[in-house]
């Protein structure tokens, strides 16, 4: 029973969450950014402490939580075409079935299928490889919407979840895996498009901004870190709860390029690149994102 009620809070939008003074909130995050030219530096650090206050008090009943309740029975289920579970087939680089500690550890290289994957596109490929899933079906809508949440991106913040207060360990010793952080890093300098950005133009030094967005300097450690932490996240914009995939993929949209496909090699080549450079600092979990 609870846990019926829980799916069907999951896949409601946001606005109907049983939090108190969520919808207050919300609406506050959602105010569009004042007209007039740009706001002075002091507004957007308060808007900035406003929401790392937001954030601090939403920690304790975070909307995550019941995303990780849904990829905790969808991993468990026996399902696809082969009824089979993913808890008995899904080998995410510590042992079939084991998820304790597998998500800080990707992307990894996977020999059995010859990549280098992160945790979303290894656990697609279980789904297909193990349970028969068409992989055509998944790619065709693999990120929330305000009216529909993935199988994946609940597998994803399951499997996240049980890397909690763990530190991020990247295997980079692997030459295949260290191979793709060199692509990776690679990919985040090259500069293209209509306006010749790259990934680095907007996250390449430190102290960045984009209207009220303090934008991580993903070459530091601590700055990846930054846009580690909170993936998969639940965001305020949209009400909707999203994976590393997609920020990715949203990236590459800011720097107006044409969007890599779902679960390829060059996301994961890049989380890769971030998540490695972020190595030895610790994974707080699925969080939440303005
Ligand atoms: C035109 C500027 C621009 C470019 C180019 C750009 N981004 Fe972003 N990026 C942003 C903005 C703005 C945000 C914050 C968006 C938000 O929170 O709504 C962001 C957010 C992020 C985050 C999450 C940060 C966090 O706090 O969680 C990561 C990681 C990231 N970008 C990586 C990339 C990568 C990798 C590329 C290249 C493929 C890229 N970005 C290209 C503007 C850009």
Request: charge should be positive; include cysteine.
């Amino acid at each position: 029973m609870r846990i019926a009620l829980i799916l069907a809070v999951a896949t409601a939008t946001a606005a109907a969450l049983p939090i108190p003074g969520w919808a207050q909130a919300k609406a506050a995050a959602r105010k569009p950014p004042p007209p007039a030219a740009a706001p002075k530096a002091e507004e957007k650090d308060a808007a900035t402490l406003e929401f790392e206050k937001f954030r601090a008090e939403m920690e304790d009943s975070n909307p995550a939580e019941l995303f990780e309740a849904k990829g905790e029975e969808l991993w468990k289920a026996r399902r696809g075409p082969r009824n089979v579970s993913l808890a008995e087939s899904c080998d995410l680089g510590l042992g079939v079935g084991v998820v304790k500690g597998a998500y800080v550890q990707t992307p990894r290289h996977y020999p059995d299928a010859g990549a280098v994957m992160d945790a979303e596109r290894r656990i697609v490929w279980c789904m297909v490889e193990k349970q028969g899933f068409n992989f055509d079906d998944i790619a065709k809508r693999p990120f929330a919407s305000d009216t529909h949440t993935p199988d994946i991106t609940s597998l994803v913040t399951y499997v996240a979840a049980q890397s909690k207060n763990m530190k991020l360990a990247v295997p980079l010793d692997d030459p295949k895996v260290r191979e793709a952080y060199e692509i990776g890093k690679e990919i985040a300098a090259y500069r293209a498009g209509p306006y010749d950005f790259s990934c680095n133009t907007c996250h390449g030094a430190d102290g960045k901004r984009i209207r009220m967005q303090a934008l991580p300097n993903i070459s530091t450690p601590q700055g990846a870190l930054r846009g580690v932490q909170g993936w998969p996240g639940y965001r305020m914009t949209g009400g909707v709860m999203l994976t590393h995939q997609w920020r990715m993929g949203d990236c590459f949209r800011q720097q107006r390029f044409p969007q890599p496909k779902y679960a390829s090699d060059a996301v994961a080549y890049l989380l890769t690149y971030l998540i490695g450079t972020a190595n030895g600092l610790e994974y707080k979990g699925p969080g939440i994102k303005r």
